[in-house]
Nanobody, 124 residues
């Protein structure tokens, strides 16, 4: 069992930045690829970014490429999502998720563990 706890959400203005954290406890953190998804009201949960177990590989959703950066520190059992140049369309609940296999990265049903989410609100 792995427990994931997100933090760092909040209310910011367009153009500003936020850094989300995902703290993991339980089984070996380095065994899991870590991802961020987001869900806005009335919309499907959307893939944001994923990082491989070693941190060597990353992948991003088209809407955040060039603005968001995912990273991790296996010694600290933590993953981060640095979000720059935020705009109102980024407003959503952001979820941290973990999976074993490095495939079908954008398919949310492939993720085994999920956090409870953290709200990000970007005002115009």
């Amino acid at each position: 069992q792995v427990q994931l706890v997100e933090s760092g959400g909040g209310l910011v203005q367009a153009g500003e930045s936020l850094r989300l954290s995902c703290a993991a406890s339980g089984r070996t953190f380095s065994s899991y690829a870590m991802a961020w998804f987001r869900q806005a009201p009335g919309k499907e949960r959307e893939f944001v970014a994923v990082i491989s177990q070693s941190g060597s590989f990353t992948s991003y959703g088209d809407s955040v490429k060039g603005r968001f950066t995912i990273s991790r520190d296996n010694a600290k059992n933590t993953a981060w999502l640095q979000m720059n140049s935020l705009n109102p369309e980024d407003t959503a609940v952001y979820y941290c998720a973990a999976k074993i296999a490095w495939d079908r990265l954008e398919w949310r049903n492939g993720y085994i563990y999920w956090g409870q989410g953290t709200q990000v609100t970007v005002s115009a």
